[in-house]
């Protein structure tokens, strides 16, 4: 066990070697990389301040902790359609288009169906609990308001030993097979870095399959080595 922030990587002859932030450095001949993402949020005071708490990007985890509720979501692209045709299963549901895209006369159609209200009056800031206040000064109370936020792999590791990535909508992942093996061999990556869209139970599974085929490739070699 290290407790140490991994800040290089390079492949060596045998293998890997990595350095951490504190000067240490260990060689490795497999490497499994599980950092997570970082989440670029929409640029509007008071929000940064709730994420987690009343600020979500995900129904199915926070759905329902919802229900019936008055919900909003923040547009920062046509993808909070996406979001805003989900969300009225858990609460009543407002669309704030922020400026940020104009619904089309079959998008219109679309909302309109699953009951969600628009809101063009841009958004200045959050306080208190949940409220968001408008550009005139008009506030709207609210019990959980949802961005989409683009991610970006947690630091620089998969690109220091180039791995591969996947370019999605919400931003750039390590590509890895159905074993979770990247593009480099004898590297593996899980968790929300090497998927879209992830969650605790996805992110263990994930790690369990990245540590067996890890485990496998010492014992039986690499594939195609
Ligand atoms: C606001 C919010 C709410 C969510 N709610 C839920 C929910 O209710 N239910 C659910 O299932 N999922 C939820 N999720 C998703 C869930 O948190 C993630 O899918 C899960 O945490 C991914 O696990 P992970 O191990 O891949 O990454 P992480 O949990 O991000 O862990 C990565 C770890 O690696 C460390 N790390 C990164 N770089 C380095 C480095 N260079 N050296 C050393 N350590 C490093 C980080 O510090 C971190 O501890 C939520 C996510 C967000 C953003």
């Known amino acids: ?66 229900e019936r509720g008055r919900i909003g979501i923040v547009a920062t692209s046509a993808m909070a359609m996406h979001l805003a045709l989900l969300l009225p299963d858990w609460g009543e549901t407002t669309l704030f288009l922020n400026g940020a895209f104009e619904p089309d006369a079959e998008q219109l159609a679309k909302l309109a169906g699953r009951g969600v209200a628009l809101e063009r009056e841009a958004v200045a800031r959050l306080e208190g609990e949940l409220e968001l206040v408008l550009g005139s000064g008009r506030r709207v109370r609210l019990d959980g308001l949802f961005v989409s936020t683009r991610v970006e792999v947690a630091d620089p590791l998969a690109d220091l030993l180039g791995c591969a990535f996947s370019e999605g909508e919400f931003g750039r992942i390590i590509h890895t097979d159905a074993m979770k093996a990247t593009s480099v061999p004898g590297v593996y990556a899980c968790g929300d870095a090497a998927r879209m869209g992830g969650s605790v139970s996805l992110a263990v599974g994930d790690g369990t399959l990245a540590g067996a085929a890890a485990h496998q490739s010492l014992i039986f070699g690499l594939p195609g080595a």
């Not at 991994?6 to 932030?21: I, K, L, W, Y």
């Not at 990389?33 to 940064?48: F, M, N, Q, S, Y």
């Open 1 to 66: 066990w290290l407790s140490d922030r991994a800040v290089g990587a390079e492949r060596t002859e045998q293998g890997f070697r990595v350095h951490f932030e504190a000067g240490e450095a260990r060689e490795a001949s497999r490497i499994i990389l599980a950092t997570g993402v970082v989440d670029r949020l929409p640029d509007i005071l008071g929000l940064a301040e709730r994420w987690g708490s009343r600020v979500f990007h995900c129904p199915y985890c926070h759905g329902y902790e919802l």
